[in-house]
């Protein structure tokens, strides 16, 4: 596929073309779903360039895991742009082999890690935070998919593979913590705004 114009005017009236040729609004749940999975692409972009606080390995590790991920949510979103009826020859679309890797991934890592006891909150670290955000995204993502599912058919192997993605992201926000041996950030009841004696009356 070539880009020769990135504005075709096209859209000046508030509707975009799926890849069937048919013409949507551009707030349509289908648009919502995959427009969503972009964000997340982009910031699962973001995480790949903050890896370099790890360690060597497990840096050239996470970034053949990521980049992977992210051309799958490429092929993930313009399998949610192609109504099933348009779906062409040797078109890549997600499958359960897919979502089988993901879960290989998540045993990988799982396997490294301390039971949890605590809930944890984002933060520690750049990385940790922004894995955390993308898991948040791939949340919403899921959320939006489920409801066009409802109302669309869909490939049945989407769902189940942004929900092991949202897993697999939550699973790489610790995995990044304890290779470095830093602490997680977890959540305690008790403690808010109501405990702080810092602030001048």
């Known amino acids: 596929m070539r880009l020769v114009k990135v504005y075709t005017k096209t859209g000046d009236k508030g509707t975009t073309g799926l890849?069937?040729?048919?013409?949507?609004s551009k707030d349509d749940l289908r648009l919502e779903s995959y427009g969503?999975?972009?964000?997340?692409?982009?910031?699962?972009?973001?995480?790949?360039?903050?890896?370099?606080?790890i360690p060597a390995k497990e840096q050239k590790l996470l970034d053949s895991w990521l980049i992977?991920?992210?051309?799958?949510?490429?092929?993930?979103g313009s399998d949610l742009a192609t109504p099933l009826s348009a779906r062409w020859d040797n078109m890549i679309t997600i499958s359960e082999i897919d979502v089988k890797q993901l879960e290989?991934?998540?045993?990988?890592?799982?396997?490294?890690?301390?039971?949890l006891h605590e809930f944890v909150l984002p933060g520690g670290t750049l990385l940790n935070s922004y894995l955390h955000l993308a898991r948040t995204v791939c949340r919403r993502?899921?959320?939006?998919?489920?409801?066009?599912?409802?109302?669309?058919?869909i490939n049945l192997n989407i769902i189940p593979f942004i929900n092991r993605l949202s897993d697999l992201l939550f699973i790489l926000s610790?995995?990044?913590?304890?290779i470095i041996?830093?602490?997680?950030?977890?959540?305690?009841?008790n403690r808010g705004v109501r405990e702080l004696n810092n602030i001048s009356d």
């Open 19 to 24: 890849a069937d040729g048919s013409r949507v």
């Open 36 to 53: 969503t999975i972009d964000e997340l692409n982009s910031i699962i972009g973001i995480c790949r360039q903050n890896i370099n606080t």
């Open 68 to 76: 992977a991920i992210q051309n799958d949510l490429f092929n993930l």
């Open 104 to 115: 290989k991934i998540i045993d990988y890592c799982q396997n490294q890690l301390p039971p």
């Open 141 to 153: 993502a899921e959320r939006l998919t489920v409801t066009l599912s409802k109302e669309k058919e």
């Open 174 to 178: 610790r995995w990044v913590q304890i």
């Open 181 to 189: 041996n830093k602490n997680e950030v977890t959540w305690n009841k």
